[in-house]
Structures are given as structure tokens and as C-alpha cells.
């Protein structure tokens, strides 16, 4: 693969494609050369005039610079983005901007009502003749602020249209993806309103996000999945053994993926098992969880 990227790019260096895909196929194996061509495709599309090009970069470059606690830097990836779509007159330029906002309010902990109008916006834009890849995200984020929203049954509903687009394109990732959507709406809605049979419920679609993840392969889903089944577990009598398997795995996980707000979340459930009779373990999975919630430098991991 090396050797097949590096011969194109010496071959084509006005193609900053190449440069995109490259950083995508580093982001497990060396996050920073992952960013290093993150970069390059970003600002050579941008001195090349080429807007599509130059939003795309920079908004893979904000997704990869947020979760690892670069907040500042990728707010100004996002601006930039927000930059291109109001100067394009695009539709599906300008709706790309506007998802891309929309998900970047929602992870600083801005206005759910603000997110939700640029995602109806972009909606109105996208469908039903828009690309797959637009589509997919103004799904999953309208699915987000739907749920933050308590709109839950709206969420449900947009997870359940997620799941339909990624089945009918082969699409396993994005199918794992609306399933642990439909399994977090679900948790919500059973907190405010709690049903008989709910944890079972709860644990069942939890199970089959996993199942979903592991085989697409989705490393988020599986991580996200591990800690929901770790919580659930926690407070169920004579679970506390899996229950602990699940938040372990979660922050081993996390942890090789450089992702601190999951590794925190995780940990603090790690903490919450051993309590009673790992007080020592528990205090080290505490320290682990202040450290990582410091790397992810993000509110709702600080909250």
C-alpha cells in the first residue's frame, strides 16, 4: 500500500486526492503522518482554488483533531469549512458546510436548536439525490440532536433510515454505526422513562451493537459498545465479572485509539466496579480517568 500511494503522489503531485486518502489509510498505524497529509491535501487544495477538495480535508481534519483534545485547532478547521460553504453557491457544497457545523456545535456543547436548523437545512439539500456520503452524516448527526433534544422517538426514526441507506449500498460500518444509535436513543428515553423490561432491552441492543461493530469492523461502535455493556452490567446482580471484561476491553481499546473521552468514560466505570473490593484498583482507575478527561480537553467529557 506504501509503495502504491507513494508512486501515485510522485507521479501526481498536483492531485492532492492522493495526499487525502493516504492520511486514511495512516490514522490507525501513525496518527501524526495521518495528520502530516491531512494537511498537505488541505492547504494544496486550497492554493488550488479547488473548494470541494479543500471542505472535505478540512472537515476530516476537525474530526481527527477533535477527539484528541485539539479543540482550538479544530474549531478553526471547522470556521474554514463554514468559510467555503458561504461562499459557494453549491447546494451540496453549502449542505456539507452546514453538517459539518452542525457536529461541531454538538461536540463543544453548543445550541442543539442552532445544530438541528443546519441539519434541516442540509436535509432539504441532500435528499433524496445527494451523494451516500452526505447523506450518512446528516443522518447520524440529525440523529444526534434529535436524542440531545429528547426527541426520541424522531431519533429513532432517522437511526432507523440510517439503517435502510447503509443496507441497501453493502455498507456493514454504517450499519453498525445506526445500531448503536438505536441502542443510545433507547437508554435515553429509558432514563426519563423508564419501562419494566428496559435494562434487558437495553442490554440486548447493546449486545447487537457490538456483534455490529466487531464485524463491520467499526472501532467507535465497538469501543462505545464495550462501555454501554459495562454500565448496564455494573448494576446487575452477579454480572460484575463481564461487567468488568467490558469496561477493561473498552479502555484497552480507547486507549491504542487515542481517543481520551471514551477512555475516561470507561474508566470511570472500571472505578465504579472495583470500589468494594479493589479500593487500590479503583483509585488507579480514577487517576486514569482525571489524565485522559485532561487530554480530551472537552466539555462533555468534563462534565
Known amino acids: 500500500g506504501r509503495r502504491a500511494y507513494d508512486t501515485l503522489i510522485a507521479a501526481h503531485p498536483a492531485n492532492f486526492w492522493l495526499p487525502l486518502a493516504y492520511g486514511n489509510a495512516w490514522v490507525a498505524r501513525s496518527p501524526e503522518r495521518a495528520e502530516q497529509f491531512y494537511r498537505q491535501a488541505a492547504d494544496g487544495f486550497r492554493a488550488s482554488g479547488h473548494r470541494e477538495g479543500e471542505l472535505l480535508a478540512?472537515?476530516?481534519?476537525?474530526?481527527?483533531?477533535?477527539?484528541?483534545?485539539?479543540?482550538?485547532?479544530?474549531?478553526?478547521?471547522?470556521?474554514?469549512?463554514?468559510?467555503?460553504?458561504?461562499?459557494?453557491?453549491?447546494?451540496?457544497?453549502k449542505a456539507a458546510a452546514w453538517s459539518l457545523h452542525a457536529l461541531h456545535i454538538q461536540d463543544t456543547g453548543g445550541d442543539l436548536g442552532h445544530a438541528r436548523r443546519l441539519l434541516?437545512?442540509?436535509?432539504?439539500?441532500?435528499?433524496?439525490?445527494?451523494?451516500?456520503r452526505l447523506k450518512r452524516a446528516n443522518l447520524v448527526s440529525l440523529?444526534?440532536?434529535?436524542?440531545?433534544?429528547?426527541?426520541?422517538?424522531?431519533?429513532?426514526?432517522?437511526?432507523?433510515?440510517?439503517?435502510?441507506?447503509?443496507?441497501?449500498?453493502?455498507?456493514?460500518?454504517?450499519q453498525a454505526i445506526a445500531r448503536f444509535n438505536v441502542f443510545n436513543t433507547m437508554a435515553m428515553k429509558e432514563n426519563i422513562l423508564p419501562t419494566a423490561q428496559g435494562r434487558e432491552a437495553l442490554v440486548q441492543r447493546a449486545s447487537q451493537a457490538l456483534d455490529a461493530g466487531r464485524a463491520a469492523p467499526h472501532e467507535l461502535v465497538t469501543i462505545r459498545s464495550h462501555g454501554a455493556l459495562a454500565e448496564l452490567l455494573a448494576?446487575?446482580?452477579?454480572?460484575?465479572?463481564?461487567?468488568?471484561?467490558h469496561a477493561t476491553e473498552c479502555v484497552r481499546q480507547a486507549t491504542r485509539a487515542r481517543r481520551p473521552h471514551d477512555e475516561a468514560f470507561c474508566s470511570w466505570i472500571e472505578a465504579a466496579i472495583r470500589n468494594p473490593t479493589e479500593p487500590?484498583?479503583?483509585?488507579?482507575?480514577?487517576?486514569?480517568?482525571?489524565?485522559?478527561?485532561?487530554?480530551?480537553?472537552?466539555?462533555?467529557?468534563?462534565a
Open 280 to 302: 487500590n484498583l479503583a483509585r488507579a482507575a480514577e487517576i486514569r480517568a482525571l489524565d485522559a478527561t485532561a487530554r480530551a480537553n472537552n466539555p462533555r467529557t468534563d
Open 58 to 93: 478540512r472537515s476530516t481534519l476537525r474530526t481527527f483533531l477533535f477527539p484528541r483534545g485539539r479543540v482550538d485547532e479544530a474549531a478553526r478547521e471547522a470556521a474554514r469549512v463554514v468559510e467555503i460553504g458561504d461562499a459557494s453557491g453549491d447546494p451540496l457544497l
Open 235 to 245: 448494576r446487575t446482580p452477579g454480572a460484575r465479572a463481564t461487567a468488568l471484561q
Open 143 to 174: 440523529g444526534q440532536v434529535a436524542s440531545r433534544l429528547a426527541r426520541f422517538d424522531e431519533a429513532l426514526a432517522i437511526s432507523a433510515r440510517l439503517d435502510a441507506l447503509a443496507t441497501a449500498a453493502a455498507n456493514a460500518p454504517d
Open 120 to 132: 434541516k437545512q442540509a436535509e432539504s439539500a441532500i435528499f433524496p439525490d445527494g451523494p451516500y
